[in-house]
Every structure is written in C-alpha cells, then in structure tokens.
C-alpha cells in the first residue's frame, strides 16, 4: 500500500517533466490573427506574394494556397540554421492527387548559398526535405534531382496510400546526420539519408517561404490548405514529431 502511494506522485513528477522538457518552436504560423508569424520575441511580419487567404483549417484559420491565389515570406532573423532543424504543417490537399506529376513546394529558403525545401517531388508521390549546399541550376530537372553535385542531403516520404484526402500532418528534419520526412508522425522509407557530407554549415540566408509553389517545371492550377506551421531552431527526434 505504501509502494503504491509512492509510485502515484512519482509517475505524475515524471510526467511533468517530460512537459517541461517540451521543445518549442522557434517560429509559429497559426493564421488565426492573420498572416504575421509569432516567435519569442516577438511577431514576424509576413509579405504577401499574390492574394494569398485564409480558410476555415484544421484548427481555426488555415492558408490557401496555389499558383490561382499566392505565398508567403517571412525574414527569419537568423531563427532557424542549415545545421539542423525541423519543420512540421498540416496539409490538406486541394484539386490534386498525392501521384499527380506535378512539385508542390511547402517551404523553402529564397536567398543566401545555399538551400532548405520541403516539397512534393513531381515523379511519383515522394515529399522530400531536402538541405543542399549550393543552390545554383536548383531547375537543372535531372542532375539536381538525383543530388549529384550540389552536395545536398535529402530524404523522401512515400506513403500514398496514407495520404487520404483530409488533412495530413507533415514534418521535415534535416541534420549533419541526414534527412528525415514523416508523415503522421511515421518516418519515410528514406530515412535517415544523406548524400554526400560537407563539414560547412549551409547558408540558408534571411527569407523563408510558406505555401503551394508549383516550380517553373510544370505549370498547375491546383492548390493546397496549410496550417500550424512551426519551425524548430534543431532537428526533432523520432518521439518529439510523434
């Protein structure tokens, strides 16, 4: 009876800790006060490129959008590295099919040398996170695609048959250990993968990305619904995105 009073207040100290040692992103994008981003310090404010909108989402507001409405761009202010570090989304797919040939681009680096994207690769069903070192000829279709000279480190998701058609949650981690995608908390067939090693960090410049951006490859008029966005400063274990 004693060991049993003592295992109770035990188990709820250790519970506690385990929120309390919660990580926390760097920065979050809810879209239920707008388009602006929230950090600790402070709010982002975001700039519009096209008409982007919000939407009834999966927790209040959500983004729409899609070459027909527009993207959102955020200075992160040195809040995420090409180190390490993780991105997570709800997306709800809108007039395509995970199978479609066609890029779906969720996040994206716009500057500095080199390069974050997390994005649905246009062959097949695959979302990939990939972090490469060098951005230039990004729209070289085949040599890029395979990661050959630019020394990039990817990993992909392929898992159609989970990808239903309401709202699906969606994390990239890259890291000096390789890549990972999951998708509802359960990691890609590819993971953790890694190209080739580059002892520099990546230079993932000042401006960030968020929404559905086709690419210049293939022209589409389809769309997607994102919400609660989050950016991690480091990359998310297996546990910590379940």
Same mark, same amino acid.
């Given at each position: 009876?004693?060991?049993?009073?003592?295992?109770?207040?035990?188990?709820?100290?250790?519970?506690?800790?385990?929120?309390?040692?919660?990580?926390?992103?760097?920065?979050?994008?809810?879209?239920?006060?707008?388009?602006?981003?929230?950090?600790?310090?402070?709010?982002?404010?975001?700039?519009?490129?096209?008409?982007?909108?919000?939407?009834?989402?999966?927790?209040?507001?959500?983004?729409?959008?899609?070459?027909?409405?527009?993207?959102?761009?955020?200075?992160?202010?040195?809040?995420?590295?090409?180190?390490?570090?993780?991105?997570?989304?709800?997306?709800?797919?809108? +007039?395509?099919?995970?199978?479609?040939? /066609? $890029? @779906?681009?969720?996040? =994206?680096?716009?500057? #500095?040398?080199?390069?974050? *994207?997390?994005?649905?690769?246009?062959?097949?069903?695959?979302?990939?996170?990939?972090?490469?070192?060098?951005?230039?000829?990004?729209?070289?279709?085949?040599?890029?695609?395979?990661?050959?000279?630019?020394?990039?480190?990817?990993?992909?998701?392929?898992?159609?048959?989970?990808?239903?058609?309401?709202?699906?949650?969606?994390?990239?981690?890259?890291?000096?250990?390789?890549?990972?995608?999951?998708?509802?908390?359960?990691? +890609?067939?590819?993971?953790?993968?890694? /190209? $080739? @090693?580059?002892?520099? =960090?990546?230079?993932? #410049?000042?401006?960030?990305? *968020?929404?559905?951006?086709?690419?210049?490859?293939?022209?589409?008029?389809?769309?997607?619904?994102?919400?609660?966005?989050?950016?991690?400063?480091?990359?998310?274990?297996?546990?910590?995105?379940?």
């Amino acid at each position: 009876m004693h060991m049993k009073k003592c295992f109770i207040p035990i188990l709820a100290m250790l519970s506690l800790g385990i929120l309390a040692a919660e990580v926390k992103p760097v920065i979050t994008i809810d879209f239920e006060d707008g388009f602006d981003a929230k950090t600790p310090n402070g709010k982002i404010q975001a700039k519009t490129d096209g008409n982007p909108r919000l939407v009834s989402g999966k927790f209040g507001k959500a983004l729409e959008s899609g070459p027909a409405t527009g993207y959102l761009e955020y200075p992160h202010r040195n809040l995420i590295n090409g180190k390490s570090g993780s991105i997570e989304m709800w997306i709800k797919r809108v +007039g395509w099919k995970p199978d479609d040939n /066609e $890029f @779906h681009v969720f996040f =994206e680096t716009l500057d #500095g040398k080199g390069w974050l *994207i997390f994005y649905k690769f246009s062959a097949g069903s695959k979302l990939f996170m990939l972090s490469g070192f060098n951005r230039s000829n990004q729209f070289t279709f085949g040599p890029y695609t395979t990661g050959y000279n630019h020394r990039d480190r990817f990993a992909g998701h392929k898992s159609p048959q989970e990808w239903g058609d309401d709202w699906v949650h969606f994390a990239g981690v890259w890291s000096e250990e390789g890549n990972t995608v999951y998708m509802n908390g359960v990691p +890609g067939k590819l993971h953790p993968s890694k /190209e $080739f @090693h580059n002892p520099a =960090e990546i230079d993932v #410049g000042s401006t960030i990305r *968020i929404g559905d951006h086709p690419w210049p490859v293939i022209k589409r008029k389809s769309a997607s619904l994102i919400d609660n966005v989050k950016l991690y400063n480091r990359a998310l274990t297996e546990n910590e995105v379940r």
